[in-house]
């Protein structure tokens, strides 16, 4: 039986092209779901998983629809393999149950794992080389120390609502009891 398995990482994202490929091939039955790779918890694809039976093939559009690094893709491909199955990926052109689809399997899940190092290490040398110049990433603060010395102060005066300290900065009661907490955490 031909079963396939089609994965967008984002809501917005279309499956359509996965689809129409999975289907043409001639699959059964396929499982999508749209939900980003590094989530731990992809149901469909324990689904789809389960619903394989020795002889079976799955069928994807490409590898990095099914795992994220190689180990685990090398890790799925022995699961698919003890259970008797085997993969196909329409894009890369890669069929396990030949001695060269493996390998091609092996070189390909190298490649892509080589090509998510490379980005990690460039976005990593991006943000120091920021850093260095001065520039920090992330949201910047909302107050300044000045006015969280005065949002203590006017919380320290118990007639002061947190709620109308909160409306006099434009700032949420969750961040004015934010800027309480930090001083009683230095205390500690």
Not at 17 to 22: E, S, T, V
Not at 70 to 93: A, H, P, R
Not at 101 to 121: D, V
Not at 122 to 136: E, F, N, Y
Request: glycine share 6%; proline share 2%; with cysteine.
């Amino acid at each position: 039986m031909k079963i396939g398995y089609a994965r967008t990482s984002t809501i917005d994202q279309n499956l359509d092209l996965q689809l129409d490929a999975l289907t043409q091939l001639g699959c059964e039955k396929v499982y999508q779901e749209k939900i980003s790779s590094v989530n731990d918890h992809r149901s469909e694809l324990e689904n789809c998983l389960k619903a394989l039976r020795e002889g079976d093939t799955l069928y994807i559009w490409r590898l990095d629809r099914l795992g994220r690094s190689l180990k685990e893709l090398i890790s799925l491909v022995n699961q698919l393999q003890e259970m008797g199955c085997e993969l196909v990926s329409i894009k890369e052109n890669i069929d396990t149950s030949t001695p060269t689809g493996k390998l091609a399997f092996h070189l390909f899940a190298s490649l892509a794992e080589f090509e998510r190092e490379l980005i990690r290490e460039r976005t990593q040398a991006g943000l120091l080389s920021a850093r260095a110049r001065g520039r920090m990433g992330g949201r910047p603060q909302k107050l300044t120390d000045t006015e969280k010395v005065m949002i203590r102060q006017l919380m320290s005066d118990r007639s002061n609502s947190p709620t109308d300290i909160a409306k006099r900065f434009g700032v949420s009661r969750a961040t004015i009891y934010s800027v309480t907490k930090e001083v009683e955490m230095a205390k500690s």
